[in-house]
Structures are given as C-alpha cells and as structure tokens.
C-alpha cells in the first residue's frame, strides 16, 4: 500500500512534473534534449568511489554489533558524552564489565541543558535528520523513541544579508530552495551562488577526497563573493563549525557535505525511515536519558560522577590502570577515552600506540560559545536567524546563529545564540544584543576540522584502531561532521575493535 504522507506525495508530484518536462523536451528539440537529460542523470547519479559521498554512505551503514564475547572482560570509558554511553551500551551487551568515568556531575557531554525548576532547556544539541543518521536512528527505535519533527513548516527563518534578510523555511528541499534562490537573489548572487555550489558538489560527489580547503576549491573572488560571506558562511559555515578563520583549513568536502548530505539531500541513506524520521526532529536528550537509565539497571555497570581522570598507565603483569585527579585507580583489560581529542592527549600520551598519539595531535580546539538569553528583538516571531556580522575591534567577519531551541514554539522562554571565538562573543556581546538579558553562558568543547584530520577518515581511523590492542579512542569528530549519529558510529567500530573484531 501507498504510503499517503505528505512528504511522499510531494516526492511523487515533483516526480510526475520532472517525466513530464522530459518528455516534452525530447519531444521538441529530440537529441540535444536526450543529451541533455543524460548527462543531467549521470551528474546525479555518478559518485566517485572515494569520495565523501561514498565515505557517508559507508558510515551510513548498519554494523552486527556483537551480543556474546566480552565476558569477563573489564573496561573502563573515559568520557559520558553520546560516545562513551553509546560505547558502554555496547560493551554490556557483549557481556563486558563496564565502568564510566565522567568529569562532569551528569552524563552527556557537550548536550548539557539548562535545568529550570525540572524543566528542559536545550543549549547546544537541537536538530537531527534521522533518515540520514541512521545508527541514531537505530538506537531511538531500540529504546522506542518517537521521532518529534520541529515544528516550522509555516515558519519563515532569516538569513540576514547585508542590506536585507533572505527570509526561508528550512526543511523545505531543494524544490524550495530553487523557489527562494529564484525570487531573493540578484543576478549576480545567482551566478556566483551556482558556481560555488557546482564546486562544492564536485568535491562533495564526483572527486576522491583530497586536501583542498574550501579558499582552494574556491578561489578569492568568490570566498569574498557577498554570497558566500553573507549566505553560504551563516548557513552552512555555522553547521561545519567553519569560521571565516578556518576558510584556509577547513577541507571543501567537509564543508560541502553539510548541504549535500543534511540540508538538500540527495541519497536518502536509511530507506526505511518513516513519516516524521524523514523530516528535520528535535534532538532533546531522550536518547541520552534512555542509556544512561538503561544502562545503570545492569549489575556490570558502574558509573562515577565528578571523576577527573587524569592518566592511564600499565603496570608490570601488562594490565591497565586509569588513575583519577583524587588518586583513586581502576585496574581493567581495555579503557575506551571517549572525550575530545585534546583532553585524551594528556591522559593516553604514556599508553597509547604512537599512530593514536599522532593522530591525536592533529586536531586542534577552537572556543565556542553558547549564550541563553531573552533578548527577542532581532529574532522576533522567527524560529532562528543566521548573521555574518562585522568585528567592531578586529574589522573581520564572524557568523552566529540565533535560534529557538525547539523552532516550531513561537513563545519559546529562552533564546540560544552560538558565536565562535572570544573577541567575537566580546563584540556580539556588546554591540548586537541587551547584555541584561544574558541568563547563562556555556562553553561547549568543539574541535577543528582542518587538511591534517579529515580526508580519507576511515582508512586512517580503521588503521589506527588496528594497531590498538587494549586502548582505544574514539568521539564523534572521528566520522562526518560530528553529530550524534557521528558519535555512535564511531563507537560501535571501537568496541568492535576491543571484542577482537574487525570495523
Ligand atoms: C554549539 C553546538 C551545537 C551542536 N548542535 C548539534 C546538533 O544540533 N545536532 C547534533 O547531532 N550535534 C550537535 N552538536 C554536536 C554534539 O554536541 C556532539 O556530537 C556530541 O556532543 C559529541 O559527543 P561525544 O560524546 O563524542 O563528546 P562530548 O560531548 O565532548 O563528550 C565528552 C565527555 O567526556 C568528558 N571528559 C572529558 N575529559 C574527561 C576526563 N579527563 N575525565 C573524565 N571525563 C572527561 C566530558 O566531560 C564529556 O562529558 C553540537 C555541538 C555544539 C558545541
């Protein structure tokens, strides 16, 4: 039977309309059209075999993750993000023994909400694709987590561009998006706009993964383009965790494949996914919430709260001791660090396999910023507004996203607002917001992409996790963009290593 949701019925209509114009241009120019038509299907349709594209699709894929093979082993994680629970979820069920070891006073990572009077206020994590994350997805239905769409199909949101706001509704597919390039952009933003996403896509899909930043794939002109500082930079920059400071850096595939693969999707990577798993879904920390509860009914599991962990060391019969800033240790067979690359460096540096290490050090850390407040007068009745502003001090640009963190309620209490880089916070701060109405600021931990750490990911990562016998890493930032489904990827692969398993 027919699936009759709105989302299929459009794809089907814009199916029928896309037949209709083929055959009305074959029918009027004959061969050229048919030309025309092939190679069009042939851009679609060709992906290189190592590209980004390919790599997404390999992430993509569901892993058998082992039920029998730990006994009696024990391990310990560093680390309560979605990393490390998901890793521990996954160890239980091998039947290892599992001990966490987190920093903070409670699990999940950079998703920490803002508790008020036991209500939920998200700050950083807020949207998910789950059709296209699909080992997110896996683990929500396990749990019996119903997806929640964002609510903002009627809402207009805001990409503000100097001199005017390009008003848009997200989600809207590329069907909407060629309505709203068509009727906001001038000619000049057209061209450019298309020459840039033609060469993006060409890095995203048709080339190998190479070490071209997004300034090389783009040249000047078009890096200072207004398009791209005031368009592209808010809306995809802000998603990569790009600043205008990482252009150099940043490789274009990564950068690319935030449009191609999340904002206007061209393989829909879990074809089993249903109504509202196909759709933008708030991300509220249900799943966060599900494996810690879970997980903390099973008797060989142990989690501590409040526990630095401050090195790893091995002693004389060759097993592993983690140590913690109050001086109390854990012996085990396999620790799993599952933080941000820069706090692993100090605790692994004396265990780790030197490939680990190197690797390690290639990822740099940059300061993000997440303030909550009430100032409403630029966002108004919009679920979010995207800006490229200009540095009062530093004369240069920086990008911020405002938004509500779950977009589709109009009297949302609290507003976030992210903003890369101190002196940009400093200048937001001062000169684009009502200091009073600041409730809280977070400074989630967020490393950077650059040409050392990210091409050809899964070769790299599949022989480091190789040579690892007994100490493993692994965080989200190791596949894709970082996101939760990102995290559990990454995970599984690990745990799979430490079960003497291949990926
Ligand atoms: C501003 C912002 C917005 C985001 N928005 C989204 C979004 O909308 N959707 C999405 O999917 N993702 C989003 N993310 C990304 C998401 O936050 C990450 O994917 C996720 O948090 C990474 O999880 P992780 O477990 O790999 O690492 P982390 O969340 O960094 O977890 C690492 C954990 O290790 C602990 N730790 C560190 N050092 C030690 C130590 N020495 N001893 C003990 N414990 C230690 C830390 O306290 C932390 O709990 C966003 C991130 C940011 C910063």
């Known amino acids: 039977m027919l699936d009759s949701s709105p989302i299929i ?3 089907f209509a814009y199916l029928i309309a896309i037949i209709a114009i083929i055959f009305f241009a074959i029918s009027k120019y004959g061969i050229p059209a048919l030309l025309l ?39 310990v994680v560093v680390g309560g993000g979605i990393s490390g629970l998901s890793a521990a979820k996954f160890l239980i069920q091998a039947g290892c023994d599992v001990t966490l070891l ?38 929500c239905r396990e749990y019996g987590i119903e997806q929640t769409p964002h609510d903002f199909e009627d809402l207009k949101g805001a990409i503000v ?24 952009a001038t000619l000049k933003e057209l061209v450019d706009g298309f020459i840039i996403f033609w060469r993006l896509y060409r890095q995203f899909k048709l080339r190998p993964e190479s070490a071209k930043s997004v300034a090389d794939v783009l040249g ?62 708030v991300l509220d920390g249900r799943l966060i919430h599900e494996l810690r509860d879970h997980l903390l009914t099973n008797d060989r599991y142990e989690q501590h709260l409040n526990t630095n962990v401050t090195g790893i060391s091995r002693n004389k019969s060759g097993k592993l001791s983690v140590v913690t800033e109050s001086g109390k240790s854990w012996n ?30 290639k990822w740099k850390q940059m300061d993000c910023y997440v303030i909550l407040h009430t100032d409403f007068s630029d966002i108004g009745n919009r679920p979010w507004l995207h800006q490229t502003h200009s540095n009062k001090t530093t004369g240069n640009y920086y990008i ?18 992210f903003v890369y880089n101190t002196e940009n916070y400093l200048d937001f701060r001062e000169n684009h917001m009502d200091e009073s109405t600041i409730v809280k600021l977070y400074e989630p931990k967020l490393p950077i992409f650059s040409l050392d750490n990210s091409i050809d990911r899964n070769t790299v990562w599949r022989e480091i996790d190789t040579e690892c016998t007994d100490i493993f890493w692994t965080q989200a930032c190791r596949s894709g963009l970082q996101y939760h489904n990102n995290g559990i990827v990454s995970a599984k692969r690990v745990v799979r290593r430490a079960l003497g398993h291949d990926w």
Not at 62 to 69: A, S
Not at 333 to 357: C, H, N, R
Not at 400 to 417: E, H, Q, S, V, W
Request: net charge negative; hydrophobic share 40%.
């Open 161 to 184: 561009f100097e001199n005017r706001e390009l008003n848009t509704k997200m989600g809207s597919g590329i069907g909407g998006f060629l309505k709203f390039v068509y009727r906001e």
């Open 37 to 75: 038509v092939f190679s069009l299907y042939f851009l679609i349709k060709f992906e290189h075999p190592k590209s980004t594209s390919r790599m997404m699709a390999e992430d993509a894929t569901l892993i058998h993750m082992p039920k029998t093979g730990g006994e009696g082993k024990s391990v």
């Open 400 to 417: 911020t996203n405002t938004i509500k963190p779950r977009m589709g309620d109009l009297n949302a209490k609290y507003l976030i607002t």
């Open 332 to 361: 085990c067979d396999s620790v799993i660090v599952a933080t941000q690359p820069i706090q692993a460096l100090p605790i692994m540096g004396e265990v780790a396999p030197k490939i680990l290490i190197d690797e390690l050090e």
């Open 220 to 281: 000047n002109r078009l890096v200072n383009s207004s398009v791209f500082t005031h368009f592209y930079m808010p809306w995809v920059g802000i998603n990569t965790w790009c600043r205008f400071d990482d252009l150099d850096r940043q490789p274009a595939h990564v950068f690319a494949s935030f449009i191609f693969e999340y904002a206007l999707t061209f393989d829909i990577r879990d074809k089993s996914a249903k109504y509202k798993e196909d759709y933008w879904c």
């Open 9 to 11: 019925s459009f794809r």
């Open 102 to 139: 987190e920093h903070q006073s409670i699990v999940g990572g950079n998703n920490t909400p803002y508790l008020e009077n036991g209500e939920h206020h998200a700050t950083t994590v807020i949207v998910t694709l789950p059709a296209q994350q699909p080992h997110y997805l896996q683990l």
